[in-house]
């Protein structure tokens, strides 16, 4: 079966890092984009040689599971020196079109799921598919108590991507915890960002603060390869089952 394409028109841009964008776009075609929270969108584009290229990019706008579709469309852009997809974002004015199809992916809850708690991994711009899932998680949270620790990697406060929603999500629900985890620098003593949940170090070295539950919990892994495999490893060593480790691996692309 032929691939779905639609057209997306830029509405909205705003750096979140220094090398990161999140770029709000609504289909041009008047019709709404069905998705299930943790799936991604392609963006077709070609090359300066006229060579077809394409980029994935997963989709960073929440919304509840029995809410109506609509044609929102929201992705954080890592900005690569010297990248095709980034001299296409960067140029690309308010009001402008992109060709993209999908929703594509299966780094999703699931309605069987019937977990204690979720453990969200992520680094980097793969911490989107977490932003998304927070309508799905209060409600989980509201029906059957799950609970639910996000823990974000970054190297730097800087370079945290929504660090604040996360933490008012968490101020919010006390279900939910929040584990900001910077790895070269941390927050300046009496910053908005300095907390006592805030770590020091690679995610995958405070798992095991967590301590991980064969039994009760389902783990997810989402962005740089070398964590995703780091974190997958630490997890099967203290008994939690494949089945119950989700990954899904972003890897910069120019």
Same mark, same amino acid.
């Given at each position: 079966?032929?691939?779905a394409?639609f ?11 220094p ?5 709000? !776009? ?7 984009l ?7 969108i392609?963006?077709?584009f070609?090359y ?20 109506a579709?609509?044609?929102?469309v929201?992705?954080?852009?890592? @900005?690569v020196p ?6 296409l974002?960067?140029?690309?004015p308010?009001?402008a079109t ?6 594509f ?18 680094t980097?711009?793969?911490i989107?598919?977490y932003r998304?899932?927070?309508p ?10 799950v /609970? ?7 190297r730097?406060?800087? #370079?945290?991507?929504?660090?604040d #929603?996360?933490?008012? !999500? ?6 939910f ?6 790895s070269?620098?941390?927050?300046a003593?009496?910053?908005p960002?300095?907390h ?5 170090? @690679?995610v ?15 783990a ?6 070398d ?5 997958f /490893?630490?997890?099967?060593?203290v008994?939690?089952?494949?089945p119950?480790i989700?990954?899904e ?6």
């Open positions: 079966m032929a691939i394409h057209p997306l028109k830029l509405v909205a841009r705003r750096m979140i890092a090398t990161v964008a999140h770029l709000s !776009f609504e289909r041009d075609d008047g019709q709404p069905p998705c299930i929270p943790g799936q991604f392609q963006i077709h070609q300066a040689d006229g060579t077809p290229a394409r980029r994935s990019y997963s989709i960073a706008v929440g919304r509840a599971l029995d809410a579709p609509d044609a929102r929201e992705i954080a852009v890592s @900005y010297g990248g095709a997809a980034t001299a974002f960067e140029a690309l308010i009001g992109l060709d993209a199809s999908g929703p992916g299966r780094f999703c809850l699931l309605p069987q799921d019937a977990n204690r708690r979720y453990l969200l991994i992520g980097g711009t793969g989107t598919p998304a899932m927070l799905q998680l209060e409600r989980l949270m509201a029906e059957r108590g /609970e639910v620790v996000l823990l974000q990697g970054a730097t406060p800087a #370079e945290l991507l929504y660090g #929603e996360f933490r008012a !999500f968490a101020e919010a629900h006390p279900g915890r929040y584990l900001p985890c910077f070269r620098e941390l927050p003593d009496g910053s960002q300095a006592p949940d805030v770590r020091h170090g @690679y995958q070295n405070v798992l095991p603060e967590l301590a991980p539950d064969p039994a009760g919990d389902i997810y892994l989402c962005g740089n390869p964590m995703v495999d780091a974190s /490893e630490a997890l099967k060593t008994g939690l089952p494949v119950m989700r990954r691996k972003y890897v910069s692309n120019k």
